[in-house]
Nanobody
Framework: QVQLVESGGGLVQPGGSLRLSCAAS????????MGWIRQPPGKEREFVAA????????YYSDSVKGRFSISRDNAKNTVYLQMNSLKPEDTAVYYC????????????????WGQGTQVTVSS
């Protein structure tokens, strides 16, 4: 198993940036593909970005491609989501999640979840 704790959320103006972090416990972090999934208010969870175990491959939803960047540091057991050019529609609770699935681009692919961190984009 792996325990996940997100941090870095907050209130930001449109056009601003935030970097989310997700710290994982355990010695098997590099065995998992990692992803970020978000849940906008009143909506279902939606895939944002994922990264392979080694960090060599990454995947993005069309809505964030070119604005968000996912990365990981296996030595620090941490995955990051750099969010630039934020829009009000990016407002959501952002979850970090882990899976053994190859190319995990849907929320149902993930087995382990963090508690989430709120991101609010508003002027």
């Amino acid at each position: 198993q792996v325990q996940l704790v997100e941090s870095g959320g907050g209130l930001v103006q449109p056009g601003g940036s935030l970097r989310l972090s997700c710290a994982a416990s355990g010695r098997t972090f590099s065995s998992y593909a990692m992803g970020w999934i978000r849940q906008p208010p009143g909506k279902e969870r939606e895939f944002v970005a994922a990264i392979s175990r080694s960090g060599g491959m990454s995947y993005y939803s069309d809505s964030v491609k070119g604005r968000f960047s996912i990365s990981r540091d296996n030595a620090k057991n941490t995955v990051y989501l750099q969010m630039n050019s934020l829009k009000p529609e990016d407002t959501a609770v952002y979850y970090c999640a882990a899976t053994y699935v190859y190319r995990p681009t849907r929320p149902l692919h993930y087995d382990y979840w963090g508690q989430g961190t709120q991101v609010t984009v508003s002027s």
